[in-house]
T-cell receptor
């Protein structure tokens, strides 16, 4: 079954340091998209970054980058120079070809310490 | 900017009541989704719709129904609310089933069933 796993329920990081949030997925489908979302305490889900399974380079968006290791089926989110405003819940999600259904992980709660 | 709005941020209902949650998107997106979010379980798909009057069951459709009479509006209906339906409900939309398109989320409705 297609599945997304986030093994870190919670993490702490010092302000201005980098942090990696883990995400692994399980599929035999060669074509899929990977997404990361941020959910602040206000509740709204904010799209951060996308990686396609055929993309050769790791995606980057400002301070966010996606460490995509296809053979290991991992799509870790790296946040550089953490800020207090990065404290939030982070969800990894995937969409497989031929389906409308996005599959979400259980999330990682990140707390940035001053 | 894509905007997804939900009719209420907070809602309190009694067991057995019929509950309507409304979601509207303003960017002509084909696909719309309803999720519920519970701690430790991530986002679970209730129903989705890929076109007007078209709907598909997600992973947890029991106790829910949906309606999509117009492209921009997707309603979630709890026919007879129960306490185990107390949750955060998130609506989302996406442009098309292409793998590259992220979902846009509404602010969420926190429903409490007493």
């Amino acid at each position: 079954a297609q599945k997304i796993t986030q093994t870190q329920p919670g993490m702490f990081v010092q302000e201005k340091e980098a942090v990696t949030l883990d995400c692994t997925y399980d599929t035999s489908d060669p074509s899929y998209g990977l997404f990361w979302y941020k959910q602040p305490s206000s509740g709204e889900m904010i799209f951060l970054i996308y990686q396609g399974s055929y993309d050769q380079q790791n995606a980057t968006e400002g301070r966010y980058s996606l460490n995509f290791q296809k053979a290991r089926k991992s799509a870790n989110l790296v946040i550089s120079a953490s800020q207090l405003g990065d404290s939030a819940m982070y969800f990894c999600a995937t969409l497989f070809s031929g389906t409308y259904k996005y599959i979400f992980g259980t999330g990682t709660r990140l707390k940035v310490l001053a | 900017d894509v905007k997804v709005t939900q009719s209420s941020r907070y809602l309190v209902k009694r067991t057995g009541e019929k509950v309507f949650l409304e979601c509207v998107q303003d960017m002509d997106h084909e696909n719309m989704f309803w999720y519920r979010q519970d701690p430790g379980l991530g986002l679970r798909l209730i129903y989705f719709s890929y076109d007007v009057k078209m709907k598909e069951k997600g992973d947890i459709p029991e106790g829910y129904s949906v309606s999509r009479e117009k492209k921009e509006r997707f309603s979630l209906i709890l026919e007879s609310a129960s306490t185990n339906q107390t949750s955060m409900y998130l609506c989302a939309s996406s442009l098309s089933p292409s793998l590259a398109y992220e979902q846009f989320f509404g602010p969420g409705t926190r429903l409490t069933v007493l």
